[in-house]
């Protein structure tokens, strides 16, 4: 009796020991040396990170097998790369008076848009052009529009829309009438310079 006793507590003492090595083993037996892709995923309403990415990925591990993709939100890129964001995307024009919209903008301090005021006065970077955003861009950011004019346009997120998701951004105009003939702008140059205020 004694013996089985014994017998019991060591195989309890050295079971979790004996566990992490054999666990060990499995892991070392099963890895292998396959390259990693790391993208977002472009159709998430919270991804804003461009398909470039993959592309310059594959292109620099050429034919070499692939394991998997990776695919990870806005929260992760800011957290894991501490880098500015850059992507391309699509780019509309709204007025303050389109359809059941009441002039005031979304994002804090919220001003009234009504009076042919497209511009906001930021601290560090002037007088600059209002956008609205997908929510995952944090209200308060910059964002570096190339593509669009002849010069780069500096906007901050201040507004939302029900139709602006993932990579679209759209640009506040004095009214309605005067975006009627701006329509959609596709592979739009985006750099946010500054994520929130």
């Known amino acids: 009796m004694r013996y089985k006793n014994y017998l019991r507590k060591c195989l309890k003492k050295y079971f979790f020991g004996l566990f992490f090595v054999i666990l060990l083993l499995f892991v070392i037996a099963t890895s292998n040396k396959k390259n990693t892709v790391v993208t977002s995923n472009i159709n998430s309403v919270k991804s804003i990170e461009s398909s470039r990415m993959l592309y310059t990925e594959l292109e620099e591990i050429e034919e070499e097998e692939v394991e998997y993709v990776k695919v990870f939100s806005v929260d992760e890129i800011i957290n894991n790369s501490g880098k500015l964001l850059e992507f391309?995307?699509?780019?509309?024009?709204?007025?303050?008076?389109?359809p059941g919209c009441s002039g005031i903008v979304a994002c804090y301090p919220n001003p009234n848009v009504l009076n042919n005021n497209i511009?906001?006065?930021?601290?560090?970077?002037?007088?600059?052009?209002?956008?609205?955003?997908?929510?995952?861009?944090?209200?308060?950011?910059?964002?570096?529009?190339?593509?669009?004019?002849?010069?780069?346009?500096?906007?901050?997120?201040?507004?939302?829309?029900?139709?602006?998701?993932?990579m679209t951004m759209d640009l506040l105009f004095n009214s309605e009438n005067t975006v009627k003939d701006f329509g959609r702008k596709y592979n739009i140059n985006f750099k946010i310079e500054r994520w929130g205020y």
């Open 88 to 98: 391309e995307g699509t780019i509309t024009g709204y007025g303050p008076d389109c």
């Open 119 to 166: 511009y906001y006065q930021d601290e560090t970077y002037g007088t600059i052009r209002i956008v609205a955003a997908d929510r995952s861009i944090p209200c308060g950011s910059i964002v570096r529009i190339s593509n669009l004019f002849d010069e780069d346009v500096i906007g901050i997120v201040l507004d939302r829309g029900r139709d602006i998701h993932g």
